[in-house]
């Protein structure tokens, strides 16, 4: 976080892992979510379907597909910030294609409605090696 290293608690990212899109998608028929369509309506001008799944923590997403495609174009949860818990919402506003794997390019993120943070993906490395380094806890 801001370029220092910090611990994370196993429970923590166990819990944060679970909210994890790509981690729900590869394991959904494991038994640890329960999905639930909603309605079909315009997320941030995109005709959707909008889908709550719960994980085993109980907590809520709530993921909006596009109706068109299929893909994950945002999604709305109660998530820890800096300032403590608040809504967020996640809003995919550019797609690239990552050697044929079309994959979010641009996302922004508010909080409580107002203006938080922007990721912007430059590549999309598919196993990858990873520097082990990464982990050192530097003590």
Same mark, same amino acid.
């Given at each position: 976080?801001? %370029? &220092?290293? &910090?611990?994370?608690?196993?429970?923590?990212?166990?819990?944060?892992? =679970? $909210?994890?899109?790509?981690?729900?998608?590869?394991?959904?028929? %494991?038994? *640890?979510?329960?999905? &639930?369509?909603?309605? *079909?309506?315009?997320? /941030? %001008?995109?005709?959707?379907?909008? +889908?709550? !799944?719960?994980? $085993?923590? /109980?907590?809520?997403?709530? +993921?909006?597909?596009? =109706? /068109?495609?299929?893909? +994950?174009?945002? $999604? $709305?949860? +109660?998530?820890?910030?800096?300032? %403590?818990?608040?809504?967020?919402? /996640?809003?995919?506003?550019?797609? =690239?294609?990552?050697?044929? !794997?079309?994959?979010?390019?641009?996302?922004? !993120?508010?909080?409580?409605?107002?203006?938080?943070?922007?990721?912007?993906?430059?590549?999309?490395?598919?196993?990858?090696?990873?520097?082990?380094?990464?982990?050192?806890?530097?003590?």
């Amino acid at each position: 976080m801001g %370029g &220092q290293k &910090q611990p994370a608690a196993a429970e923590e990212f166990t819990k944060e892992f =679970a $909210r994890d899109m790509d981690h729900i998608l590869r394991g959904v028929d %494991g038994g *640890d979510w329960t999905f &639930q369509y909603v309605d *079909d309506m315009d997320f /941030e %001008g995109t005709a959707a379907h909008r +889908v709550v !799944i719960r994980d $085993r923590f /109980e907590r809520s997403t709530t +993921v909006y597909l596009s =109706a /068109e495609n299929g893909r +994950v174009v945002g $999604r $709305r949860f +109660v998530g820890e910030t800096m300032s %403590g818990p608040g809504e967020l919402t /996640e809003v995919v506003r550019e797609w =690239a294609d990552y050697d044929g !794997i079309p994959g979010p390019a641009l996302v922004t !993120i508010s909080l409580e409605g107002e203006d938080y943070m922007s990721i912007a993906f430059s590549e999309y490395v598919l196993d990858g090696d990873v520097d082990m380094a990464i982990f050192d806890k530097g003590e």
